[in-house]
């Protein structure tokens, strides 16, 4: 069964920290994953997806097959990096594509 | 900004009332998604369509039901077989199984926020 897990509920680190976001995933595939992000009083929308390799505002994230892993990383944290972040995979099945969210950590940067 | 709306933003209603969200998109993706959204809980699927007329069952789709006619368009009821409504409810859409790959990212509505009084 497909499952994304992020363990921390709440995060909260000083501006100017590292922060790191734990995602686990379980899949029997060739994971697809994401990184959604949600500011106050904003649509939810995408962070950045593994496939990319990108840097998002500073972000990134490593997908890591040995450990299941794809934790969102930032060397420096800023106060606008306060938000709910969920992690998601999307998952091939025979009646199309599902994502499947992680509960989704909220990260608060303190200034 | 466009893309995919949702509409109302706030929804009351009275206990044993069927109510109906609305859920509409301009970006001509073919799949769309209704999810609800509780505190500690994340995102739980709903509802999904990946073609016009055609839908499955989510997770939790028990006292929901949802129709397909049009390519942009996807609305949801919240019945009153829906033992714990209120909740805040998000539409999503994707380009859809023939285009994409591994870009085939969703892209989410504003969402509504139903209360049951």
């Known amino acids: 069964a497909q499952r994304v897990t992020q363990p921390e509920k709440l995060l909260s680190v000083f501006k100017g920290a590292p922060v790191e976001l734990k995602c686990n995933y379980s899949?029997?595939?060739?994971?697809?994953l994401f990184w959604y992000v949600q500011y106050s009083r904003q649509r939810l929308q995408l962070l950045l997806r593994?496939?990319s390799r990108e840097s998002i505002k500073g972000f990134t994230a490593d997908l890591n097959k040995g450990e299941t892993s794809f934790h969102l990383k930032k060397p420096f944290a800023q106060e606008e990096d306060s938000a709910m972040y969920y992690c998601?995979?999307?998952?091939?099945?025979?009646?199309?594509?599902?994502?499947?969210f992680g509960t989704g950590t909220s990260l608060t940067v303190i200034p | 900004d466009g893309g995919i709306t949702q509409s109302p933003k706030y929804l009351f209603r009275k206990e044993g009332q069927n109510v109906t969200l609305s859920c509409e998109q301009n970006?001509?993706?073919?799949?769309m998604y209704w999810y609800r959204q509780d505190p500690g809980q994340g995102l739980r699927l709903i509802y999904y369509?990946?073609?016009?007329?055609?839908?499955q069952k989510g997770d939790i789709a028990e006292g929901y039901s949802v129709s397909r006619e049009k390519k942009e368009s996807f609305p949801l009821t919240v019945t009153s077989a829906q033992k714990n409504p209120t909740a805040f409810y998000l539409c999503?859409?994707?380009?859809?199984?023939?285009?994409?790959?591994?870009?085939?990212?969703?892209?989410f509505g504003p969402g509504t926020r139903l209360t049951v009084l």
């Open positions: 999503a859409s994707s380009i859809g199984l023939l285009g994409g790959g591994a870009y085939n990212e969703q892209f």
């Open positions: 899949y029997s595939g060739s994971p697809e």
């Open positions: 593994h496939i």
């Open positions: 998601a995979l999307k998952g091939n099945t025979n009646t199309g594509n599902q994502f499947y």
């Open positions: 970006l001509n993706h073919d799949a």
């Open positions: 369509s990946q073609i016009v007329n055609d839908f």
